[in-house]
């Protein structure tokens, strides 16, 4: 789930964020409205390797007001991994979802739009040709980013949520094919303009390429071992970037996690009957029971995964890998608590079409 479970509560009234509530609605620094544009709306579509998902938005007197959003389970890369290539069955479920987003642009009129695609598109060999299918069916036009691009959007979009008076932020975005790690200057989060990465890491490993590098695991296997061989996996390269924020002296991090996995796992966490987008963005869980959880969830079967509120059955196939990912970066960066953000790619790329259509005054 994201945003789109509550489209309004993005500019919902809010404060300073308790730790376990929610966070301060998405706001500009400034923001100047020039009256041939105060009725325009903009789209922001984000394809990944597992799910499409679109935000449909007009500029606002403190930021932008989501009118209209759309969040499909697609699984583009399904068998990625072992084939080099997007299924037929895989491309059709994402055609049918573009499709649908475009019937969303039309209705709303929206004027302008980009609509990115990431990891599954970047590996695959087929991937040109499916974007050239998307624009002749759907009539939008993919843009397949690079995972720098991915990880600077991401970071514009949650970059608010990060305490700007304390140490740097590792800020993490666990997708389907791949997951960026990032380390961004806590100050840029209260200037108005681009956040400042300073170091940042794309890990091969999102929820459907790990899951895929264990596929018995999950039919009653050993599941302590499967889960412990997912964290090894990503092991190495985070040692390999920690190594490179020592060598920065950074010796303390504040965590921010943006996506699916730490949306999940933090609104169980919270105990929410449901998903409520109100309560989980911006909110801090503790690392310690986030980790028990974590653990918890890799020791269950799919089945009892799927019953879980706020899991079912749509992430229980995926979620362990996403624990497994979660549990290496905790592992490596252990701190009292993560930040999470219901807020990312679609949100940064927002405000960048907005701020460059002059209606978001950055840092006024």
């Known amino acids: 789930m994201s945003a789109d479970a509550d489209p309004a509560g993005l500019m919902a009234p809010g404060t300073a964020p308790d730790p376990r509530r929610a966070a301060p609605p998405f706001r500009a620094g400034g ?19 597992n799910n499409c998902r679109l935000l449909i938005a007009r500029p606002g007197p403190q930021g932008f007001v989501i009118v209209d959003a759309y969040s499909r389970v697609v699984r583009l890369g399904e068998g990625l991994m072992e084939s080099g290539r997007l299924s037929d069955a895989a491309m059709d479920r994402t055609v049918a979802a573009l499709a649908a987003c475009a019937e969303k642009l039309a209705r709303r009129d929206v004027r302008l739009t980009r609509n990115v695609a990431t990891e599954a598109c970047r590996r695959a060999a087929n991937g040109a040709r499916f974007v050239d299918r998307v624009y002749a069916e759907t009539g939008i ?22 305490d700007p008076d304390g140490p740097p932020a590792l800020v993490f975005d666990i997708g389907g094919g791949s997951s960026e790690v990032m380390l961004v200057a ?14 940042w890491i794309s890990l091969p490993w999102g929820v459907v390429s790990l899951a895929e590098t264990e596929p018995q695991w999950a039919d009653g296997g050993d599941r302590a071992d499967a889960y412990a061989r997912m964290i090894e996996r990503v092991t190495p390269m985070l040692d390999a970037f920690g190594e490179r924020l020592a060598r920065r002296g950074v010796t303390a991090v504040q965590l921010l996690g943006t996506s699916g996995t730490i949306t999940t796992l933090a609104s169980v966490e919270l105990g929410l009957p449901g998903y409520d987008r109100r309560l ?24 009892e995964r799927a019953r879980m509120a706020c899991i079912g059955p749509d992430r229980a196939e995926l979620i362990v890998a996403g624990c497994a990912i979660l549990d290496a970066i905790i592992a490596r960066w252990p701190g ?8 990312g790619i679609r949100e940064g790329i927002l405000r960048n079409l907005m701020g460059r259509d002059g209606v978001w005054a950055m840092g006024k």
């Open 31 to 49: 923001l100047r409205l020039p009256a041939s544009r105060r009725g325009r709306t903009y789209g922001a579509l984000d394809l990944g390797t």
């Open 280 to 303: 989980v963005d911006g909110c801090a869980v503790a690392t310690e029971p986030l980790l028990a959880l974590c653990r918890q969830i890799a020791a269950r079967s799919v089945q």
């Open 186 to 199: 806590p100050g840029s989060s209260q200037s108005g303009g681009e956040p400042e990465i300073l170091e």
């Open 336 to 343: 009292g608590q993560v930040r999470v953000a219901d807020r």
């Open 141 to 162: 036009a993919l843009d397949v980013i690079s995972a720098a691009e991915e990880a600077r959007l991401a970071v514009l979009g949650c970059h608010m949520l990060i």
